[in-house]
């Protein structure tokens, strides 16, 4: 039995549909969601919906019975996650899961002067929790999703341009569809046991190369502004961007900037038995229609 958390979630919800096009029955897929209500879609196509909470230790421990794979997708409370990762560890211990797939981030920095501290130390943290219990585990090294460029950028992109401080810093920039698939691949094959794999698209992109893929699909010209941190912050929360939000997408550019998500080794496409969808793809697929 497979066993998928954060199963209504944009990145669960893909790893089932592709459980499902690569011929795995329903009767073997069960998902964890909050509630019946957020599941209906899920039970309609005939998977298994356990009722659980990563707050509540108890409802994991009985959602987690009889499992052989459970794919933990973290989780997105970023206050609260690490407790809520440590519960499902453990009760995936308790109750005999034979083998923990983690869905956690690509990074260079490991220390506390990470821009992305905030992030990348609890999936550090989580990474030993899983370890240390002895049972097999995968760990998925996930590169910054490119569907979030997007809400980096705004609504009014393609008419005010790119404006984020991330300079000259290149990314992984990796379709979450592609993320999918390839979690789905390893849950269906076998061989992944205490292997770590960088989930990363083959080229590496800065934002100037991104703007002028925007400007070929719009027809005209796209800039990209690069501004200082503080700039941004007071420009974008003066324009109405929460204050938390611009905090956020602060500390992604600068993880950019950085060099965070850049990287020459990737198994995605060995994953996927094909080249992943280049940045180029994607954009097209988003900004097409405008």
């Known amino acids: 039995m497979i066993l998928i958390t954060g199963a209504t979630g944009h ?16 009767d073997n897929i069960s998902a964890l969601a909050r509630s019946a209500e957020k599941a209906e879609e899920l039970k309609a196509k005939g998977i ?13 421990a009985e959602a987690f019975k009889g499992v052989d794979k459970l794919l933990l997708v973290s989780g997105s409370d970023l206050v609260k996650r690490g407790e809520q990762h440590k519960n499902a560890i453990n009760a995936a211990k308790e109750v005999g899961v034979k083998h ?9 920095n490991e ?14 943290e ?8 002895g049972i097999p585990y995968t ?9 979030v460029l997007p809400g980096f950028f705004g609504e009014k992109v393609l008419e005010t341009g790119v404006f984020l401080p991330a300079g000259n810093g290149k990314a992984t920039f ?55 941190k503080e700039t941004y912050l007071e420009t974008v929360t003066k324009a109405g961007l929460p204050q938390e939000y611009a905090g956020i997408f602060a500390s992604f550019s600068e993880a950019i900037e950085q060099g965070e998500f850049e990287t020459a080794n990737t198994d995605l496409e060995n994953l996927l038995g094909r080249k992943p969808t280049t940045i180029k793809a994607f954009l097209t697929q988003v900004y097409s229609k405008n």
Not at 111 to 124: G, K, N, R, V
Not at 177 to 198: F, R, S, V
């Open 174 to 228: 990796t379709a979450r569809t592609d993320m999918a698939e390839a979690t789905a691949n390893i849950l269906i094959t076998e061989g992944h046991e205490n292997k770590e794999y960088i989930i990363a698209n083959t080229e590496n992109n800065d934002l100037h190369e991104v703007a002028t893929i925007l400007g070929e699909l719009s027809g005209k010209r796209v800039n990209y502004l690069s501004p200082s």
């Open 111 to 124: 220390t506390e002067t990470s821009p992305i501290a905030f992030l990348t130390q609890q999936h550090i």
């Open 126 to 133: 989580t990474e030993k929790l899983i370890k240390a219990t």
């Open 100 to 108: 923990i797939i983690y869905t956690s981030v690509l990074r260079k």
């Open 48 to 60: 298994n919906i356990k009722i659980g909470d990563y707050d509540n230790y108890a409802s994991l």
């Open 11 to 26: 990145l669960g919800k893909a790893t089932i549909d592709f459980l499902l096009q690569k011929g795995i029955s329903p």
């Open 139 to 147: 760990l998925l090294l996930n590169s910054l999703y490119a569907d």
